[in-house]
T-cell receptor, first 114, second 113 residues
Framework: DAGVTQSPTHLIKTRGQQVTLRCSPI?????VSWYQQVLGQGPQFIFQ???????GRGNFPDRFSARQFPNYSSELNVNALLLGDSALYLC?????????????FGEGSWLTVV | AQSVTQLDSQVPVFEEAPVELRCNYS??????LFWYVQYPNQGLQLLLK??????LVKGINGFEAEFNKSQTSFHLRKPSVHISDTAEYFC???????????FGSGTRLSIRP
């Protein structure tokens, strides 16, 4: 079975632009979470979605938004990009919202803002 | 609020030597604890997790960790490391009902032949 897949793997954007990152969870997984990993730091939680509803939001500005589709795939949108948004964006999926469930990470989307 | 502190940003060890990566956490509620590994240019992979029960947890690739509630620690150990263990290791915490996992800043394990 395929793992968590993310696209694109790498992209370069200019300050002020908007970006959309995509994630397909493991088949059967209904929960998707997004994390931002700045170089040299641990991942930071952005959002969790379950059954198309937002279940949790981290301490990120409103420029960050996400949604989950009926097939449980998800998109993360970032508007008005800043240089500080340059990071690895990780998507993770799990079968449910139980916080003890194992979550599986994709390989991430590397975003560079210039 | 919860937090995780990984006391060493880098740990160099010789191949076949034992290693311990240290992790301390802070939480006012009960915790679930995790160790993840990140190989270069890859996502994170779960090594092991503690939810409840035995405080000694065994994971993949020969790693184990011990939950110590009184010391609020969850140190990761391996008796004999291999070159292939070179990676970044992240300790993480969440709690029952929580939607987010809080990660430490990571420890880079480098193995010398």
């Amino acid at each position: 079975d395929a793992g968590v897949t993310q696209s694109p793997t790498h992209l370069i954007k200019t300050r002020g632009q908007q970006v959309t990152l995509r994630c397909s969870p493991i088949s059967g997984h209904k929960s998707v979470s997004w994390y931002q990993q700045v170089l040299g730091q641990g991942p930071q939680f952005i959002f969790q979605y379950y059954e198309k509803e937002e279940r949790g939001r981290g301490n990120f500005p409103d420029r960050f938004s996400a949604r989950q589709f009926p097939n449980y795939s998800s998109e993360l949108n970032v508007n008005a990009l800043l240089l500080g948004d340059s990071a690895l964006y990780l998507c993770a999926s799990s079968s449910g919202t139980n916080s003890g469930n194992t979550i599986y990470f994709g390989e991430g989307s590397w975003l560079t803002v210039v | 609020a919860q937090s995780v502190t990984q006391l060493d940003s880098q740990v160099p060890v010789f191949e076949e030597a034992p290693v311990e990566l240290r992790c301390n956490y802070s939480s006012s509620v009960s915790v679930y604890l995790f160790w993840y590994v990140q190989y270069p240019n890859q996502g994170l992979q779960l090594l092991l997790k503690y939810l409840s029960g035995s405080t000694l947890v065994k994971g993949i690739n020969g790693f184990e960790a011990e939950f110590n509630k009184s010391q609020t620690s969850f140190h990761l150990r391996k008796p004999s490391v291999h070159i292939s263990d070179t990676a970044e290791y992240f300790c993480a915490v969440n709690s029952p009902g929580a939607s987010k996992i809080i990660f430490g800043s990571g420890t880079r394990l480098s193995i010398r032949p």
